[in-house]
T-cell receptor, first 112, second 115 residues
């Protein structure tokens, strides 16, 4: 089966600019997660969707980060405005509810 | 809050030796414990997982043990090979029927297997 797809793979922006990442989950997976992985650390959950509803966004910096999954399939994560500390890999994962999470290749973001 | 501590941060072994990585979790409601392997620049990939109703699980050279009373779990790799070199992450979640299935990850262990 096809895996989780993400784009772009790499992005370099200046601080205060905006950026958006896209994720297409494995077909049939109702649950979608966005994680932030800072270099040398484990992934940290930013937001979790169940279909098109938000289940957990407690660690999402809502003053600058937003995410949506309007039709319950693809999802977009946006940062506006970006800060230097947002430099990280943004991983999307999907699963059947409560089951094994499969990760996409990630988007590597560098904020200068 | 929810936390997973992972040790050691780096581990170097000779090819053929065993490697053990240990994790401790804080949320007593956690009942699902996966281990992911992440090669440089690549996505985390699930290598083995265990649920709280099982004390040990084995898959060829890889095994995971769980001690719910002490709230810790370990990854054991036997007969290590150079291709086992990677960063390994443990994680914990409340799993099916729990809150969200959100994974809380450890800090990672960089395993180096020397030929």
């Amino acid at each position: 089966e096809a895996g989780v797809a993400q784009s772009p793979r790499y992005k370099i922006i200046e601080k205060r600019q905006s950026v958006a990442f896209w994720c297409n989950p494995i077909s049939g997976h109702a649950t979608l997660y966005w994680y932030q992985q800072i270099l040398g650390q484990g992934p940290k959950l930013l937001i979790q969707f169940q279909n098109n509803g938000v289940v957990d966004d407690s660690q999402l910096p809502k003053d600058r980060f937003s995410a949506e999954r309007l039709k319950g399939v693809d999802s977009t994560l946006k940062i506006q405005p970006a800060k230097l500390e947002d430099s990280a890999v943004y991983l999307c994962a999907s699963s059947f509810p409560g089951e094994t999470q499969y990760f996409g290749p990630g988007t590597r973001l560098l904020v200068l | 809050g929810e936390n997973v501590e992972q040790h050691p941060s780096t581990l170097s072994v000779q090819e053929g030796d065993s490697a053990v990585i240990k994790c401790t979790y804080s949320d007593s409601a956690s009942n699902y414990f996966p281990w992911y392997k992440q090669e440089l620049g690549k996505r985390p990939q699930l290598i083995i997982d265990i649920r709280s109703n099982v004390g040990e699980k084995k898959d060829q050279r890889i095994a995971v043990t769980l001690n719910k009373t002490a709230k810790h779990f370990s990854l054991h790799i036997t007969e290590t090979q150079p291709e086992d070199s990677a960063v390994y992450f443990c994680a914990a979640s409340r799993g099916p029927g729990g809150n969200t299935g959100k994974l809380i990850f450890g800090q990672g262990t960089t395993l180096q297997v020397k030929p």
